[in-house]
């Protein structure tokens, strides 16, 4: 991935565009799968994806040929999006959305697996994203950063900009609540099937 980072970051040194098109390309499935465990929506993922881009890009445009030479793109990219994710957090906290029309809150089909493989998983899926979704924002975030994208610790809190040991704690306090929360949800389903 070095060989690869360090192609990328030339591009980016020599041709913009060009190497904007490259960085999309390389880093847009992570972007798209942190957005879409954080948020728990495939749409507002991929609305947020094409924000963090945006911001991306605009950023690229002042930065100096050395500054991309020298940028570590992957956790840049993850920056801007847990930033994009937690403005719009915050945001949807000011100024809730009504929905008055009723078709209007119907779910749409999204890109995702086939119907067999969505069978198999959804359960388990949706218990796990409403699990996330219970966690505290830089706890989830350190999670999915660090166990569904699977960066480094140091990726994680370049990120989330404060110590190693700080994404540590935060990573292993979000695991120990997600088996928290789905062993609480799972013994609650048990009950009610008996």
Avoid at 151 to 170: D, H, I
Wanted: charged share 25%; aromatic share 4%.
């Amino acid at each position: 991935m070095d060989a690869t980072a360090a192609r990328l970051r030339e591009r980016l040194a020599k041709d913009l565009d060009d190497g904007f098109t490259e960085l999309v390309r390389v880093h847009a499935t992570d972007v798209h799968v942190f957005l879409q465990r954080v948020t728990g929506s495939a749409v507002e993922a991929d609305d947020l994806g094409q924000e963090t881009f945006l911001r991306a890009y605009t950023a690229l445009q002042g930065y100096s040929t050395q500054r991309r030479l020298e940028l570590r793109t992957r956790a840049w990219l993850l920056t801007i999006a847990a930033n994009v994710w937690r403005n719009h957090v915050r945001s949807a906290v000011r100024h809730p959305v009504v929905l008055t029309d009723p078709e209007r809150s119907c779910d749409h089909a999204d890109d995702g697996p086939g119907p067999h493989e969505r069978a198999a998983n959804a359960s388990d899926r949706d218990m796990l994203v409403a699990a996330l979704g219970r966690l505290p924002e830089r706890t989830r975030a350190a999670v999915v950063l660090r166990h569904v994208i699977g960066m480094s610790y140091a990726e994680v809190a370049e990120v989330q900009n404060c110590p190693v040991g700080t994404v540590k704690a935060q990573a292993s306090r979000g695991i120990a609540a997600l088996r928290g929360v789905l062993e609480t949800d799972n013994a609650s389903a048990g009950e009610v099937s008996t």
